[in-house]
């Protein structure tokens, strides 16, 4: 079984560009969550999708924002970039039922901002 | 608020011996707890899992980790410890919504070196 990909692995933007993070989940999971992980803030929560809604939310503005296709495949999107974005952004797919259902990670896109 | 907290960022232990991190969480009911591994450039792993029963959980690649309510902590440890062992360890607790489902709250990682 596959598992969580993520693309693209390195990305470099600089300061006000917009970029598309991409999620596929492991086949039949259905709930996605991304994750931000930087050194100082180690990881935080963004948001979780599961059957094209979102379902949680983490405590990020408005720039951050995602969605899920039918496919369950996910994507988020940060506009306005800016230095502070730069981080490792991991997503993560569980079945997404309403019991807890174990998390499996995707290696994770580094986003540098210039 | 809930809130996980692993008070040692760096550990260094030599190959062979034993290995104990600590992760101390805040959270008003019956915490789900977890243990997760993250090697360089990597994702996370899940070591172990905790929902309820028996208090020490065995996890893969030999660590273990118990949890004890009564002073708020779930520890990791391996009684000997792999040079590939050598990795970043995560402490999480899953806390309910109300919506009914579950998201994650991670500690801020202990940093694992391991001398030959």
């Known amino acids: 079984k596959a598992g969580v990909t993520q693309t693209p692995r390195y990305l470099i933007k600089t300061r006000g560009q917009q970029v598309t993070l991409s999620c596929s989940p492991i086949s039949g999971h259905r709930s996605v969550s991304w994750y931000q992980q930087t050194p100082g803030q180690g990881l935080q929560f963004l948001f979780e999708y599961f059957s094209e809604t979102q379902r949680n939310k983490g405590n990020f503005p408005g720039r951050f924002s995602g969605r899920q296709f039918s496919n369950s495949r996910s994507e988020m999107n940060v506009s306005t970039l800016e230095l502070g974005d730069s981080a490792l952004y991991l997503c993560?797919?569980?079945?997404?039922?309403?019991?807890?259902?174990?998390?499996?990670f995707g290696p994770g896109t580094r986003l540098t901002v210039l | 608020a809930q809130s996980v907290t692993q008070p040692d960022i760096h550990i260094t232990v030599s190959e062979g011996a034993s290995l104990e991190l600590r992760c101390n969480y805040s959270?008003?009911?019956?915490?789900?707890l977890f243990w997760y591994v993250q090697s360089p450039g990597q994702g996370l792993q899940l070591l172990l899992k905790?929902?309820?029963?028996?208090?020490l959980v065995q996890g893969i690649k030999g660590f273990e980790a118990e949890f004890k309510r009564s002073q708020s902590s779930f520890n990791l440890r391996k009684p000997s410890v792999h040079w590939s062992d050598a990795a970043e360890y995560f402490c999480?607790?899953?806390?309910?919504?109300?919506?009914?489902?579950?998201?994650?709250?991670f500690g801020t990682g202990t940093r694992l070196k391991v001398l030959a």
């Open positions: 959270y008003g009911a019956t915490p789900y």
């Open positions: 999480a607790v899953g806390s309910q919504t109300t919506s009914g489902t579950y998201k994650y709250i």
């Open positions: 905790y929902f309820s029963g028996d208090t």
């Open positions: 993560a797919s569980s079945k997404g039922t309403y019991s807890y259902n174990e998390q499996f």
